[in-house]
C-alpha cells in the first residue's frame, strides 16, 4: 500500500568520488562512499528514544544547510514517529537517518509490529485506534517535503515481515517536479558490516540526458582493504558501452583481492535496459506486472572468471531494475512483499535492505525505477 504524496528519487549531483584519497575524481559520477550514509540507527523502547534522536537530527540538518523552519517540521516528524512505534508496536521498531544524493536527509521509522489494517484510514486526520487525536501519520506527510508509507499486516500469507515503513525526506532546497517527469528514479542503499567506517560494497552512477549507467560492486573481504579495492572506478563509466566498461574494471583490478560486480545502462528514449555482470552479485527485474531474478557469471573480476554474457530488456511501461551485493538475501519475491514494487525506489531500498540484508555481511542496494 503506498501513501498519497509522492516520494521522488535525488536528482544526481554534478561531481562525485571525492572521498578517494590520491585517486582522479570523475565529474558527473555519484559514488555511494560519500552519498549515500545510514547516519543514526536506534531501538524505540520508550519516550526516552526522542531525546537522542532529536538531537543527532538536528546537529546532521544544520551541518547540511537546513533552514530552522525545516529542522523543527524535522523534530516534530520525529517526534511523531516515536510517538507511532510506541502505542502500536510493542517496542519492536528503529528510527533511522540516512543521508542521500543531494544533501536530501530521510528519516526512516521501520517497526515490526502487527502493521496497519486500513492505511488509507489511518492517513485521515481524526482517526486513530488508540484512542488519541489521530494526526501522526497526516501531519508527517504535511511537515515532510515527501513522504512514503508501506505496511503489511499478518494476513499475507507469504509476508517475510510484517509492520510498517514510514519515510519522511527533506531537502535543503525545495525543487518543484511533476509526478513521473523524471525518466528516471533511484534508490540507494549501502550499510558496512557492524556499520563500520568502511564499506567494501560500492554504487557508482553516471547519468546524462539519454541515459543512466551503475557500476555495482562488492569488494571481496571486509573493511578498508575492501574499500580501497573498490575506490578509483568511477572513470570507467565513461566508456563506450557496458561491456567496455566492465571489462576496463577487470583490467583495473588485476594485482587487489578483486571484487565482484554489475553494470548496468538504461536508456531513456528506447527504454532497454543492458546489464551484465560476473561474481555473486544479483538482479531483479519487474516488468510488465512479472518478477524475475538475474544471475551473473561465475568469479571474481581482477582474477580468474567466465566471460559474462549481457542480459537484455526494453520496458514498454514502468518498471523497476534492482541490483544488490550478496549481503541481501535473494530468499523473497513479489508474494513476500505484495505491493511493494508500487512504492518509490527509495522506501523500496530501505525495506529490502533493512528486512534481508545480511548481518554477517556489507549491504547493499540500488534500485531504479523507469518512468
Known sequence: MRS???LYSPSLPSSAGKGDAGKRPSEAVLDSISACKLLYTGAVQGESAIILLRSRLLSVAQRLGFPDVQRENMALVAAEMVS??????GNKGQIQIWQQPGATLDILALDYGPGIANLQQAQQDGFSTSRTLGKGLGSIQRLADEAAIYTQTSSSPHAKWTGTA??????PVREARKPGSDPVEIGLFSRALSDDRYNGDRIYLKRDGTALRWLHLDGLGHGEDAQSTTSGLAEHLLDKDPATAL?????HLRGTRGAVAVIGEVNFSSGELEL???GDMHAVIHNHNRLHKVSFAPGVLGQEHKSPSPFRETFEQRGIILTA???IRRSWDETSFPGLFNQSPQLIAYVLGNIMGRISDDQSLCVVRIN
Not at 84 to 89: E, S, V
Not at 166 to 171: K, Y
Open 247 to 251: 571489462a576496463s574494471v577487470d583490467q
Open 166 to 171: 514510514v519515510l519522511a525526506r527533506f531537502r
Open 84 to 89: 507511532n512505534q510506541i502505542k502500536y508496536t
Open 4 to 6: 498519497e504524496r509522492k
Open 276 to 278: 551484465l555482470g560476473v
Open 325 to 327: 551485493s550478496d549481503g
